[in-house]
């Protein structure tokens, strides 16, 4: 069963720790992608990867990283840096980078008390 | 940078009426896609548009690109309560077009 999986569904950490939301997908996409979601706002970019072993800031990347070292896993970290971190994360992928439909995971709610 | 904005940002009608959202880039797009959010759920994809003037139905909705591909509109006829959701438009933007989202346009039908 192909898709893009995110895990896990709801995710508590206290502030000051770094925390990372998995991302696989066995759709055998080039392009992946990291959104943050806050509460009736649209989706916002942190990183993409266009292809394994490369990644590129977003418009919101202070505060997170990521890493893509293989094709079907672009794991994010949410660092302590980051400075309101509790949001919704999407996970998306794309047969590449532009012009191909985005399969976006189920999200991690993320929440830091 | 680009930016794609969307209008409105909230929509209330009532089951029946019609709906648009209309998305605008400050930029030429070389395709723009359409995505609908269920509340709690995540974006699927509902469309993608490539070429200048293009229309595109999907049995009730109704999607448009502008002449100048700087513009995009959908909507929906008749609208059902499983209309309801947040509609986004996104398209490629920066140096590797990577894809971004408009703010969206968050749609509530009443009964």
């Known amino acids: 069963d192909g898709g893009i999986t995110q895990s896990p569904k709801y995710l508590f950490r206290k502030e000051g720790q770094n925390v990372t939301l998995s991302c696989e997908q066995n759709l055998n996409h080039d392009a992946m992608y990291w959104y943050r979601q806050d509460p009736g706002q649209g989706l916002r970019l942190i990183y993409y990867?266009?292809?394994?072993?490369?990644?590129q800031k977003g418009d919101i990347a202070e505060g997170y990283s990521v890493s893509r070292e293989k094709k079907e896993s672009f794991p994010l970290t949410v660092t302590s840096a980051q400075k309101n971190p509790t949001a919704f994360y999407l996970c998306?992928?794309?047969?590449?980078?532009?012009?191909?439909?985005?399969?976006f995971g189920q999200g991690t709610r993320l929440t830091v008390v | 940078g680009q930016q794609v904005m969307q209008i409105p940002q909230y929509q209330h009608v009532q089951e029946g009426e019609d709906f648009t959202t209309y998305c605008n880039s400050s930029t030429t797009l070389s395709n723009i896609q359409w995505y609908k959010q269920r509340p709690g759920g995540h974006p699927v994809f509902l469309i993608q548009?490539?070429?200048?003037?293009e229309v595109k139905k999907q049995k009730r909705l109704t999607f448009q690109f502008g002449e100048a591909k700087k513009n995009s509109s959908l909507h929906i006829t008749a609208t059902q309560t499983t209309d309801v959701g947040t509609y986004f438009c996104a398209g490629p933007s920066g140096s590797a077009r990577q894809l971004t989202f408009g703010s969206g346009t968050q749609l509530t039908v009443l009964p």
């Open positions: 548009l490539v070429k200048s003037g």
């Open positions: 990867s266009q292809i394994v072993n490369d990644f």
């Open positions: 998306a992928s794309s047969v590449r980078l532009s012009n191909t439909e985005a399969f």
